[in-house]
């Protein structure tokens, strides 16, 4: 099996340095406009700094209407082309392959700040969303390509397309979610069919050797696992991407459905037939030995978020240690302010349960 640190060629003709990605992570650092801030260009030029071979920004919005989070790094305007571009570059500059996250919240969005509900594929009484129409999803798809575009002008590497998490392309995957009668529901076929014709729109509007992955979930959301599988396995045979970014929550853990116990999630896509597109996987990897140990398990990368939130240079460390652990948490808002965390990261950091100490009366 190959070296975490080894070089990985990507299908567009790229070369990753070494097999760290850093994780799409949501850090709401940037402005109410997606204009990118002082924060978050810190926040991931100090990742590209600390060794990682694929740096990829948070979810960035496609359209206003999918808008999912405050602060959110927009790339759905040329407004942001500027702030992009000092990104791709700030990036670069440490020899990081420098990849935006494009993502549409769809039932998910911010139905306060878009101004109306939220958009989904059918009626969602839970998130009181409404189907979307035809010309909705046309527009959607189209708005992921042009941020693509957006992308590459700036300067970037690639794309990601968010499939995954419960927002919009997942949406459309999801059997229990998507009650379409259209092309674009009903089968398992026609539930994909909006992220085949993203994948196919963005490779006929960027350059070759522009990079493309999908991020995909095959468990939460009304997912079907066994679905989920079969998709990635047709995008790892038809070689459109370069990469597929699975996220597993926990990549040693069995799987909830009963037809794949006695594997880990890891092993349900790791051993899938691969041909030149990449595999790789998110979910509770902290230590020098899981990296290793998810790379003896067939994974031709490892998505590093956790660890890299508490840790900057954690590709860099485990070179220096195979057996880097990262600090135990809760760890201090100092502490995180001194790994580049903005406040407003620090503060959102706080939710997540037993990660920051609280602060001292």
């Not at 099996?1 to 097999?19: H, V």
């Not at 260009?41 to 999912?68: D, H, N, Q, V």
């Not at 729109?201 to 679905?227: H, N, Q, Y």
């Amino acid at each position: 099996m190959a070296n975490l640190f080894e070089p990985l060629p990507l299908k567009s003709s790229a070369t990753l340095k070494n097999r760290f990605v850093l994780a799409p992570l949501t850090n709401l650092q940037s402005g109410a406009d997606g204009v990118l801030s002082d924060d978050e260009y810190k926040w991931l030029t100090k990742r590209a700094e600390g060794g990682f071979g694929l740096t990829m920004t948070c979810a960035a919005s496609i359209l206003p209407a999918g808008l999912g989070f405050p602060g959110q790094l927009g790339a759905h305007d040329d407004k942001h082309i500027a702030g992009l571009t000092r990104l791709a570059a700030g990036l670069k500059a440490h020899g990081t392959h420098a990849v935006v996250q494009l993502q549409h919240s769809g039932m998910r969005a911010m139905a306060n700040v878009i101004g109306h509900a939220p958009l989904c594929p059918s009626d969602n009484e839970e998130f009181k969303a409404r189907a979307m129409t035809l010309d909705e999803v046309y527009e959607a798809r189209d708005a992921f390509i042009a941020a693509a575009r957006r992308a590459e002008q700036a300067g970037f590497d690639g794309v990601e397309l968010h499939g995954a998490h419960g927002y919009l392309i997942c949406q459309f995957l999801s059997g229990g979610i998507n009650k379409r009668t259209d092309q674009y529901g009903g089968s398992a076929e026609n539930r994909a069919r909006l992220l085949h014709e993203i994948i196919d729109g963005v490779r006929a509007a960027t350059k070759p050797g522009f990079s493309l992955g999908v991020r995909l979930s095959p468990e939460r959301f009304d997912m079907d696992i066994a679905e989920i599988r079969d998709l990635a396995q047709l995008l790892l045979r038809e070689e459109k991407i370069d990469y597929l970014d699975m996220s597993l929550w926990d990549v040693f853990k069995e799987p909830l459905d009963e037809r794949f116990k006695g594997q880990t999630l890891l092993q349900v896509f790791a051993n899938l037939e691969r041909k030149n597109v990449r595999l790789g996987a998110a979910g509770k990897i902290m230590t020098g030995e899981q990296c290793a140990r998810c790379m003896d398990e067939g994974l031709d990368f490892v998505v590093i978020g956790r660890g890299a939130i508490l840790h900057h240079d954690f590709p860099n460390r485990v070179a220096a240690d195979p057996s880097f652990k990262p600090i135990a948490t809760p760890v201090t808002a100092d502490y995180l302010r001194s790994e580049a965390l903005g406040e407003v990261f620090v503060n959102y950091m706080r939710t997540w349960k037993g990660f920051v100490a609280e602060d001292a009366a």
